[in-house]
Nanobody, 116 residues
């Protein structure tokens, strides 16, 4: 059974930084594309960032230049470094894994709150 466990959320002032981590159990990590999504109160879940098994990255426009996604295959962990945080970044952040056979797995999320 694959499990994704996020950590690193918390309360931070606007302009501050946080680093989220998502550790994957099982053997899927190194060949899976990894993504971060977020869901703000009253809004739909939205894509934030992605990194392929080959470490190509992609970001939603609203976080470009502020967030950085990376992965450590030896630790089966994907990271999201979030800098210059804004109140509108407040959300529950979810980790997602998509295997080459298009199976998807989700973590339970970690809450990020940015105060103004």
């Amino acid at each position: 059974q694959v499990q994704l466990v996020e950590s690193g959320g918390g309360l931070v002032q606007a302009g501050g930084s946080l680093r989220l981590s998502c550790e994957a159990s099982g053997s899927i990590f190194s060949f899976s594309a990894m993504r971060w999504y977020r869901q703000a109160p009253g809004k739909e879940r939205e894509f934030v960032a992605a990194i392929t098994s080959g470490s190509s990255t992609n970001y939603v426009d609203s976080v470009k230049g502020r967030f950085t996604i990376s992965r450590d295959n030896a630790k089966s962990t994907v990271y999201l470094q979030m800098d210059k945080l804004k109140p509108e970044d407040t959300a529950v952040y979810y980790c997602n894994a998509r295997t080459p056979t298009l199976r998807e797995y989700w973590g339970k999320g970690t809450l990020v709150t940015v105060s103004s």
